[in-house]
């Protein structure tokens, strides 16, 4: 049975650790558990889940933001699927998930940025779930 849902305790956060990792390689569980609370206190960061019975399947990560040029809405951070899992819909359910929530929220959209080499995330992005580009995320270390 596929669910979904927000996870909100440490237990939790390091039980998703394993799914997170595959997107975030660069984190050990340690620095990933700090991060994410920073985020949870910080940018009011939230967790998504799919589950296949009892077992974490995907994750999305999300934060609501706002900006003067496009108001409310909801920036999603991280999304994964564990990679046997690729292909079944659950990209799809989680993001569905999460524009839901954005929606209830009166947020106005959903966007998120994603890795200039990862063309098949972009194809799913803009032909599975319709999303447009519409610019370049830009950064520089201080």
Sequence with gaps: MIHMKQLTSKEEWAESY??????????????????LEACVQKESYMLFALY?????RALCGALPRV??????H????????????RSKGYGKMLLD???DWARKAGLGFVSLS????RKDAHR?????M?????????RKPV
């Design 74 to 85: 909801l920036w999603i951070a991280d999304l994964v699927t564990t990679a046997p899992c």
């Design 130 to 138: 319709g999303f447009t580009i519409e610019s370049y995320l830009f």
């Design 114 to 117: 994603s890795g200039l080499q």
């Design 67 to 72: 900006s003067i040029h496009k108001g409310e």
């Design 124 to 128: 799913f992005y803009t032909d599975k």
């Design 18 to 35: 394993p799914i997170m990792s595959e997107l975030r390689t660069e984190l050990d569980i340690e620095t990933y558990l700090q991060r």
């Design 52 to 56: 296949e019975n009892t077992a974490i």
């Design 97 to 99: 998930y999460a524009s």
